[in-house]
T-cell receptor, first 115, second 115 residues
Framework: DTGVSQDPRHKITKRGQNVTFRCDPI?????LYWYRQTLGQGPEFLTY????????KSRLLSDRFSAERPKGSFSTLEIQRTEQGDSAMYLC?????????????FGPGTRLTVL | AQKITQTQPGMFVQEKEAVTLDCTYD???????LFWYKQPSSGEMIFLIY??????QNATEGRYSLNFQKARKSTNLVISASQLGDSAMYFC????????????FGQGTELSVKP
């Protein structure tokens, strides 16, 4: 049983560039979540999917951010025109869709640095 | 609105001793879940233990146990027989029945285990 995987693990980019991250959830999990974690803080919710449907987006998710889960399997998170304030760890998690309180299992994260 | 509070930014414990990490929460949901995650310096969030709001028994998982006091809205994590590998950030989190499963995290507690 493989866990949640994320790619890349690290990304360094220049301000103004676009970046895309990928998350592969645990295979039988229907729900997929994206969180952002800045230094010294706990993770903050960005968005989540149930199968291919994006059910909620945080106000943290500006128009420059877009997430997809086209076939209900892997998901991508794209940030357009990156800013230095986007530098953070981006965490993906998945859970089964049985209950809202089901345990979420996290991937290793993608650490983004915007220069 | 939901809120998690961890009031201990840092804790020290001697190897082989027990330590308690504090967490209080606030929610208007009647049904909710409480979680503890460990985050080593590598960045991955590792699930440790879960307590459901209707669970009458305190959760236990190996060396981890919860002191769940519903009336006081607290769910403290007890780590017994601390090991050097327990040194990490520990996050308390909750999800509510009406919150779509998204996790709200506290600020975290950094635990250092001394040899």
């Amino acid at each position: 049983d493989t866990g949640v995987s994320q790619d890349p693990r690290h990304k360094i980019t220049k301000r103004g560039q676009n970046v895309t991250f990928r998350c592969d959830p645990i295979s039988e999990h229907n729900r997929l979540y994206w969180y952002r974690q800045t230094l010294g803080q706990g993770p903050e919710f960005l968005t989540y999917f149930q199968n291919e449907a994006q059910l909620e987006k945080s106000r943290l998710l500006s128009d420059r951010f877009s997430a997809e889960r086209p076939k209900g399997s892997f998901s991508t998170l794209e940030i357009q025109r990156t800013e230095q304030g986007d530098s953070a760890m981006y965490l993906c998690a998945s859970s089964s869709a049985g209950r809202s309180t089901d345990t979420q299992y996290f991937g290793p994260g993608t650490r983004l640095t915007v220069l | 609105a939901q809120k998690i509070t961890q009031t201990q930014p840092g804790m020290f414990v001697q190897e082989k001793e027990a330590v308690t990490l504090d967490c209080t929460y606030d929610t208007s949901d009647q049904s909710y879940g409480l979680f503890w995650y460990k985050q080593p310096s590598s960045g991955e969030m590792i699930f440790l233990i879960y307590q459901g709001s209707y669970d009458e028994q305190n959760a236990t998982e190996g060396r981890y146990s919860l002191n769940f006091q519903k009336a006081r809205k607290s769910t403290n994590l007890v780590i017994s027989a601390s090991q050097l590998g327990d040194s990490a950030m520990y996050f308390c989190a909750m999800s509510g029945y009406n919150q779509g499963g998204k996790l709200i995290f506290g600020q975290g507690t950094e635990l250092s285990v001394k040899p």
